[in-house]
């Protein structure tokens, strides 16, 4: 259990902290954040995208939290989660005692509850609860009732019940209790989220609830297939993936919070509550690597019925059941997170085109294939008819590209690629004898786009792939290239674009995604380091044969996460602090794969077919 030395109120809890100071908890249909002070200042209810009913990691405190922490001075607080699961202990040190408040939610409950239960270790010690309720994203004011064994708590569709043993009182718009836990007391806290218009679920025992959980979190973790240098690391972040899973769909988010910002102050603030087809993609390699089939063939069923209909309307993000629309708006009454505004919900993404996405989705299709995922119920091959068909000439269109430009449509070197990854991808299913296709023609495409990629997308001068066709900028996309087989990473242009992005694009000893230009991005300058790109590198590096520059890497960045293993989006080396939504899908993903890379090479030293993601390495024909 690592260590930390606070001294603070309840309300210095409440205010906005280092995002790397908060944990997460979840029961795969919403999550919470979770302050080393014991504030939970993020949760939505029910759903990972339903409206937040604490909200003040964006706001304030009276934009809704709820605080069970010592009344005293704090000594010393430790926290960890409990080993393989999503359990989180928080030990309070006081000159009087000790306490500890253990936080969790149970997985597949039909009726969403937030599990707390303060526990008494050593000496007494006074304690006191403050819980602010504000429905809509801390906008709306609840009318509030005490009942027999807490308060109700009721606005429009939504009520939460508040179920505990201590005695809570109002107070200017709070519900507030004091009370004394001495050694070896037990005092339980449960949360329940209902409709309005249904009646209150009966009451449940909160340690018994917390030992259910425990009981699902750890059968789950047991059946992890990796066990190699890094397990501890891996399987938290195959824990994050897991607890970011939208159960009753398949459905994976990239995050489960919204506008946590690129840049303390700045205005890259977006919603990430939704699944991106790349993201989840990822994911769900991730996932089948670690032996974790069932999540990837309901995954693979949600994106089926996601992108069922025509292939000129794939949305590179949906909702979690499969929502197209997801219209970006902005809530003025939230000042965001240090004041980083403005606070975004919805994201209009949805409405990009993004060529990568195609590679990615026929691609994932194609390994679930391979691992005997596909259901005869559920037939796949019309999708990658519909899918290739369209994308045989929309491929020569210029896109978004894969950061989701806000700039001008460009011929992105990477979303070529990918178009190609699609095209190998069908050759191979027609090899296999998955597709009656005429094989010449997918691959004379395939070839196509492979030497238009390497004529147009390479800049002799520079010796490097560049960002978008006839561009003299870089971005960290491109070490994408051997990963998915297009080249080996010892190809002399990979080797001389791995050098360029060295010199160019890495700062601090961490890699920037792209050559900044508001031209290009049509945003304004300023973000951190965009995590899953130093991962890149460090697989670029194992695939060179640079195994002790891969492990270096490698380690700096699992330095970065925070005390109970976890990593947002970016992280900002000047100030030492973790940026952008958190914890982050895409940042975990890239740890597990870059383990399982080293850990292929030390068991198979310099085999060159090792591939980030279980990509089969192609045939290079240039």
């Known amino acids: 259990m690592q260590e930390d030395y606070i001294a603070g109120s309840i309300t210095e809890a409440a205010l906005s902290l280092p995002i790397e100071d908060y944990a997460m908890i979840g029961d795969c249909h919403t999550a919470a954040l979770v302050s080393r002070q014991g504030s939970i200042d993020w949760l939505c209810f029910p759903h990972f995208d339903s409206p937040a009913c604490f909200a003040s990691l964006l706001g304030k405190p009276e934009n809704g939290h709820w605080t069970i922490s010592p009344a005293e001075p704090i000594r010393k607080t430790t926290r960890r989660y409990r080993e393989g699961t999503l359990i989180l202990e928080t030990e309070f040190e006081t000159d009087s005692g000790s306490v500890l408040l253990i936080d969790g939610m149970t997985p597949g409950n039909d009726v969403p509850e937030l599990l707390r239960l303060v526990v008494g270790t050593r000496g007494k010690v006074a304690m006191k609860m403050e819980l602010v309720i504000r429905f809509d994203y801390g906008a709306v004011v609840p009318w509030v009732t005490g009942t027999k064994c807490g308060i109700d708590a009721i606005a429009g569709p939504d009520r939460l019940s508040l179920r505990t043993d201590v005695q809570v009182r109002g107070e200017d718009l ?86 946590l910002p690129e840049q303390l102050g700045g205005v890259r603030n977006w919603d990430y509550r939704l699944c991106w087809v790349r993201d989840a993609s990822l994911s769900l390699k991730a996932l089948m690597d670690a032996g974790y089939l069932e999540e990837a063939r309901e995954w693979r069923e949600w994106l089926l019925r996601a992108v069922a209909g025509s292939p000129s309307e794939l949305n590179i993000v949906y909702g979690l059941h499969g929502e197209r629309r997801l219209p970006e708006f902005e809530l003025p009454w939230l000042p965001g997170y240090a004041d980083s505004a403005p606070v975004r919900i919805g994201n209009a993404a949805y409405k990009q085109f993004q060529l990568d996405i195609f590679g990615e989705l026929i691609s994932t299709l194609y390994e679930c294939r391979k691992a005997n995922l596909v259901d005869p119920a559920i037939k796949t091959e019309g999708v990658g008819r519909a899918l290739l068909k369209f994308l045989e000439t929309a491929w020569e269109r210029p896109d978004d590209g894969i950061w989701e430009m806000r700039g001008p449509r460009r011929n992105f070197t990477h979303s070529k690629v990918m178009a190609w990854l699609a095209m190998d991808r069908a050759v191979k299913s027609i090899q296999d004898g998955w597709f009656n296709e005429d094989l010449a023609r997918w691959q004379g495409l395939r070839d196509r786009i492979h030497d238009q990629v390497c004529s147009q997308g390479f800049d002799p001068e520079l010796n490097s792939f560049v960002q978008y066709y006839g561009s003299k900028h870089l971005d960290a996309s491109l070490l994408m290239i051997p990963l998915i087989g297009f080249l080996p990473a010892t190809d002399p242009r ?129």
């Not at 309005?196 to 959980?213: F, G, N, T, W, Y």
């Not at 900044?516 to 899953?532: K, S, T, W």
């Open 494 to 622: 990979m080797i001389g674009t791995v050098k360029a992005i060295e010199d160019n694009l890495m700062r601090d000893g961490f890699v920037n995604r792209y050559t900044i230009d508001p031209d290009v991005d049509g945003m304004p300058h300023g973000e951190g380091q965009f995590l899953a790109c130093s991962f890149w590198l460090a697989d670029n590096y194992v695939l060179q044969g640079r195994r002790e520059e891969a492990e270096r890497l490698f380690e700096r960045l699992l330095s970065l996460r925070n005390d109970v293993g976890l990593l947002s989006e970016e992280y900002d080396p000047e100030a030492k602090r973790l940026l952008g939504n958190f914890p982050q899908a895409f940042s975990h993903i890239g740890l597990i794969n870059t383990a399982f890379n080293l850990d292929r090479t030390m068991s198979d030293e310099g085999r060159d077919e090792t591939a980030t993601y279980k990509y089969e390495r192609a045939t290079p024909r240039d």
């Open 174 to 259: 709070t519900s507030v209790a004091e009370f004394t836990v001495r050694e070896g007391q037990k005092i339980p806290f449960d949360l329940t989220w209902y409709p309005s218009h249904r009646d209150e679920p009966s009451k449940k025992d909160v340690e018994k609830e917390i030992q259910d959980a425990e009981h699902w979190w750890r059968e789950w973790s047991g059946r992890c297939a990796y066990n190699g240098q890094w397990k501890d690391a891996v399987l938290r972040s195959l824990i994050t993936l897991k607890a970011l899973t939208f159960t009753p769909t398949g459905g994976i988010v990239a995050s489960p919070t919204t506008s």
